[in-house]
């Protein structure tokens, strides 16, 4: 499997669609959480899919440096939703991006551990 594909099959892991059928399960359910109504997870989704074209681009044999300047405004991006969407990303919705990245991570040739005392790369931008 080459690099695209294997960074393109990371998609499969994707928690955003499990989101929102879980919290928002009918846009007419009065008990639906409005934080996980389908845009929202759509725009969640759409930040890592823009992590992944951009690696992809960038080629597995970019430099750390430039892996680790993509993944950096992927997660300022999510800092910003979760700004802007209070509650969107939650302690579930925090543990499903961070091992998604730590996914996305290993995929990139890199290795999570090595990033912010073994917490991945997450931890070293992110405020969720």
Known sequence: MTYQEKLA??????????WS??????????G???EYAPENCE??????NDLVAALT???EKAAEGEKLALFEKAV???NVMHD???GFIDHRQHDDLCDLFNR???????NPVDYADGEGITGMWREW
């Open 9 to 18: 099959a990371v998609k499969a892991y994707y928690p955003f669609e499990k």
């Open 21 to 30: 059928e879980a919290f928002y399960p009918d846009e007419n359910d009065v």
């Open 32 to 34: 639906g959480i409005e």
């Open 43 to 48: 725009a969640a989704a759409a930040i890592m």
């Open 57 to 59: 681009a960038a080629g």
């Open 76 to 78: 300022e991006n999510y």
């Open 84 to 86: 802007e969407i209070k």
């Open 104 to 110: 996305v991570t290993r995929t990139a040739g890199l």
